[in-house]
């Protein structure tokens, strides 16, 4: 006749040592997912950003090279940046070019630096993203 082990069974103990190791896995589990929904988050937000600024370069290089070298003026106004507010500057600086200098266009004397800054605030921190190019300066025409 076979005899039966009694202490077969999980005691109280050993149930809430499994339970404790179970839970800090599962804890480490969603704290890795949260931390991976943040940084999609940011990433998502950087992206949303240069999409902006490039969108806003194309429409001033078209308006530019459509004027033959306009004016560009700085400015800041506020955007929307997916569901945050972000600051939108725009820096311009003359650069007078010397007469040593070769260009592709013989009337070009100067060059505006446009600096395109993106600015907002996430998890407390000031985050920025920057774009930049040279447009030709409008040069007056001489009257003859």
Do not use: C
């Not at 806003?56 to 090279?65: A, F, G, Q, S």
């Amino acid at each position: 006749m076979k005899r039966y082990n009694k202490n077969k069974a999980l005691t109280l103990v050993e149930l809430m040592v499994a339970v404790s190791i179970l839970s800090i896995g599962i804890v480490s589990v969603l704290h890795s997912f949260m931390r991976i929904a943040s940084a999609l988050n940011t990433s998502s937000t950087y992206v949303t950003a240069y999409t902006l600024l490039e969108e806003k370069m194309n429409v001033l290089r078209v308006n530019t090279y459509a004027d033959q070298a306009a004016d560009v003026l700085p400015y800041q106004e506020d955007v929307v940046l997916g569901v945050r507010t972000a600051q939108l500057k725009v820096d311009v600086r003359r650069i007078e070019l010397e007469a040593s200098q070769e260009t592709e266009i013989e009337e070009l004397q100067a060059l505006n630096e446009v600096i395109y800054s993106l600015t907002w605030k996430e998890l407390n921190k000031e985050k920025s993203v920057f774009l930049g190019t040279y447009f030709p300066v409008a040069v007056p025409e001489a009257e003859e």
